[in-house]
């Protein structure tokens, strides 16, 4: 018992410290919503955001379905999904009680992208279909230098998902979660093994503060049993071009290149 408390008294510093050194950030300021498309970092050309305009506009008119279109010269110090999250509510977008909006966010100087994908939408703009989407048709050009190139592709690639029929939607979505579990068979054990082989190194210099070297693998490992990697989102709400809807049921992926 008294080993017991002991270790969840070393835990209990360590969440102590780790607030007591976090710096209390601002709340994040956005761009105002202004149209489909908005390039708040500006990386595209005109001709570029009209298209992009028009087809967006098509989207809604044949779906009722919202996707925006944003870049931004930063992410005022905030994790891409918190910020994607916290600009979702601001926005609004999706029809109400519908939760059909999502956001391509792309921010190049801090070289981070995130599909923000709304509660209503989940079902056929999975987790792992955003992810696919970047790492094949956005990421690539990015990482080549094509900016506009990338967010362009981006959208049409989200676009084509969201005007599919409910059956081949299924279809790629199905195909997602195959490939998102193929890639990802071994990955637990890996992560296991890389944590083992930290903690077994400093494990030697820690011997006489046993409460929290052993603790702190399964703090580790804790952290890790949600949503990891680039997943993760929040919830719309309030008005303006949005529409006042759209709320998130936790959708989305992040990347960086």
């Known amino acids: 018992m008294a080993a017991l408390f002991g270790r969840l008294s070393a835990i ?3 969440i102590i410290a780790v607030i007591a050194v976090t710096p209390v950030r601002a709340a994040p300021q956005f761009p105002p919503l202004t149209g489909r498309v908005v390039d708040d970092a500006h990386v595209l ?5 009209a298209q992009l305009t028009a087809k967006l506009a098509d989207l809604e008119a044949r779906t009722t379905r919202q996707l925006v279109v944003v870049t931004l010269p930063t992410l005022q110090g905030y994790d891409i999904a ?3 999250y916290q600009l979702g509510r601001a926005w609004g977008i999706g029809q109400k009680k519908e939760d059909n909006g999502a956001l391509f966010i792309i921010v ?5 992208v995130r599909i923000e994908v709304g509660y209503g939408l989940e079902p056929i703009l999975t987790d792992a279909l955003s992810n696919v989407i970047l790492n094949q048709k956005v990421l690539p050009k990015f990482r080549d230098g094509d900016m506009e ?11 084509e998902q969201l005007l599919l029929d409910a059956p081949a939607a299924k ?3 199905a ?3 195959r490939q998102a579990k193929d890639d990802n068979q071994f990955s637990p054990f890996l992560v296991f093994l890389i944590i083992f082989i930290v903690f077994s190194v400093l494990g030697g210099g820690m011997r006489r503060r046993r409460g929290l070297a052993g603790a702190l693998p399964w703090i580790v490992l804790g952290g890790l049993g949600g949503r990891g990697g680039g997943f993760g989102g929040g919830g719309f709400g309030g008005g303006g ?14 990347g960086s290149w």
């Open 12 to 14: 209990t510093l360590v």
């Open 241 to 254: 071009f949005g529409g006042g809807g759209g709320s998130f049921g936790g959708g989305g992926s992040s």
């Open 108 to 112: 190049p100087s801090e070289r981070k």
């Open 175 to 177: 195909e997602a979660e």
């Open 171 to 173: 279809a790629r979505v």
């Open 45 to 49: 050309s005109q001709p570029a955001v």
């Open 82 to 84: 918190d910020y994607g």
């Open 149 to 159: 190139g990338g967010i362009v592709a981006g959208t049409d690639a989200i676009v």
